[in-house]
């Protein structure tokens, strides 16, 4: 696709539910970056790859949060047992190289009830 | 620690007026700061970028001023068009060589006819 793409848009999860949230980053890049953004603030990190290594996961809010992506392409977010506090937009991002310009996802809506 | 602030959190202007937002930050070591526009329902899109050798830096109807003095950033858009009502985040990247990126809450954008 032309841009990253996050699926999926909207989830909505019993609290202690397990989800998984999906990343399709642009073809090629090889840098990919997890966010979560609540409800009027700004974006805050999660976690980096590069390439099928996390190069940096101390955004991480605790051990109920992981993330994979095996084959250095596609990436999955994964939350065990959700609590009402996880609920946010989970943003995707992906960049060509380290350090240039990072393109967002839409993002996936998350709501634990 | 190290955080992003903007000092207003709404800013209503004009059609054809021009806008400025403004952005303090705190981490002095930064090298590499970051606009970027937020539509709702979207993920934030790149609008310009600048590094810490420089103190401006101009794209088509935006600049962003870099004051390393005061620690203070800010995005002019020049005629502003309805076109331009959005959250207005900047970033500070304090991961060299990755996009490892602390936002600021966020000023939203508002266009009068």
């Known amino acids: 696709g032309a841009g990253v793409s996050q699926t999926p848009s909207n989830k909505v999860t019993e609290k202690g539910k397990y989800v998984e949230l999906r990343c399709d980053p642009i073809s090629g890049h090889t840098a990919l970056y997890w966010y979560r953004q609540s409800l009027g603030q700004g974006p805050e990190f999660l976690i980096y790859f590069q390439g099928t290594g996390a190069a940096d996961d101390s955004g991480l809010p605790n051990d109920r949060f992981f993330a994979v992506r095996p084959e250095g392409s596609v990436s999955t977010l994964k939350i065990q047992r959700t609590e009402r506090g996880d609920s946010a937009v989970y943003l995707c991002?992906?960049?060509?190289?380290?350090?240039?310009?990072?393109?967002f996802g839409q993002g996936t809506r998350l709501t634990v009830v | 620690g190290e955080s992003v602030g903007l000092h207003l959190p709404t800013l209503s202007v004009q059609e054809g007026d021009n806008s400025i937002i403004n952005c303090a930050y705190s981490n002095s070591a930064s090298d590499y700061f970051i606009w970027y526009k937020q539509e709702s329902g979207k993920g934030p899109q790149f609008i310009i970028d600048i590094r810490s050798n420089m103190d401006k830096r101009q794209g088509q109807r935006v600049t962003v001023l870099l004051n390393k003095t005061v620690k203070h950033l800010s995005l002019q858009i020049a005629a502003t068009q309805p076109g331009d009502s959005a959250v207005y985040f900047c970033a500070e990247n304090i991961m060299s060589g990755a996009q490892k990126l602390v936002f600021g809450q966020g000023t939203r954008l508002t266009i009068n006819p």
């Open positions: 991002a992906s960049s060509s190289r380290q350090g240039d310009e990072a393109f």
